[in-house]
């Protein structure tokens, strides 16, 4: 059983950066996949990001490639997201996700979710 905990959303401008950080308890954190969703309101959860469960490849949507970058440190058990040159459209809540399995695109391959944290980007 994996617990994440999602922080570091924020309000920022049109063109900053932020920096997400997932804290996940347990032992076997190491030996999952992990990613990032977002969830606009009014829209469905869509995937941002993921990475493998050593850091060896990342996967990320065309909307935010080149803009956002995935990375973990398994030694402190947690998964980043830094996320720089933030448009308006990138507004929702985030969230941390994690699988036993190959990281995939698709939400509802994943088991274990964070409660997500607000990233609002003003123009």
């Known amino acids: 059983q994996v617990q994440l905990v999602e922080s570091g959303g924020g309000l920022v401008q049109a063109g900053g950066s932020l920096r997400l950080s997932c804290a996940a308890s347990?032992?076997?954190?190491?030996?999952?996949?992990m990613a990032w969703f977002r969830q606009a309101p009014g829209k469905e959860r869509e995937f941002a990001a993921a990475i493998t469960w050593n850091g060896g490849n990342t996967y990320y949507a065309d909307s935010v490639k080149g803009r956002f970058t995935i990375s973990r440190d398994n030694a402190k058990n947690t998964v980043y997201l830094q996320m720089d040159s933030l448009k308006p459209e990138d507004t929702a809540v985030y969230y941390c996700?994690?699988?036993?399995?190959?990281?995939?695109?698709?939400?509802?391959?994943?088991?274990?979710w964070g409660q997500g944290t607000q990233v609002t980007v003003s123009s």
């Open positions: 996700a994690g699988t036993r399995g190959i990281p995939t695109r698709g939400r509802y391959e994943y088991n274990y």
């Open positions: 347990g032992r076997t954190f190491s030996s999952y996949a």
